[in-house]
């Protein structure tokens, strides 16, 4: 098993930024992708940006695309996300997960192929 311990979520108004840092202790994993979800109230969880082990691939979702960055660093088991020009409408909680199963291609945004999950850590973007 592996734990996620999450940091940087809060309270920002909308045009600021926040950076979210998960690191990852416990069992150590080579060549496994990395994401960052997050769920709105009365929505579906969807993935906001993910990475593969390589940094190689990156997945963001169409609506954080030029404003959100993700980078890692395997030496410290640790992901991050950039948020910058936030909007109210990225007010959600957000969460870190990992694949455990190294894959190859394109990096996965779809939930189910993510295996270990953080508390989640909120984020909201006031008007």
């Known amino acids: 098993q592996v734990q996620l311990v999450e940091s940087g979520g809060g309270l920002v108004q909308a045009g600021g930024s926040l950076r979210l840092s998960c690191a990852a202790s416990?069992?150590?994993?080579?060549?496994?992708?990395m994401g960052w979800f997050r769920q709105a109230p009365g929505k579906e969880r969807e993935c906001a940006s993910a990475?593969?082990?390589?940094?190689?691939?990156?997945y963001y979702a169409d609506s954080v695309k030029g404003r959100f960055t993700i980078s890692r660093d395997n030496a410290k088991s640790t992901v991050y996300l950039e948020m910058s020009s936030l909007k109210p409408e990225d007010t959600a909680v957000y969460y870190c997960a990992l694949d455990r199963t190294p894959r190859f291609g394109s990096v996965g945004y779809r939930a189910i192929e993510y295996d270990y999950w953080g508390q989640g850590t909120q984020v909201t973007v006031s008007s």
């Open positions: 416990g069992r150590t994993f080579v060549g496994n992708a």
């Open positions: 990475i593969s082990w390589s940094g190689g691939s990156t």
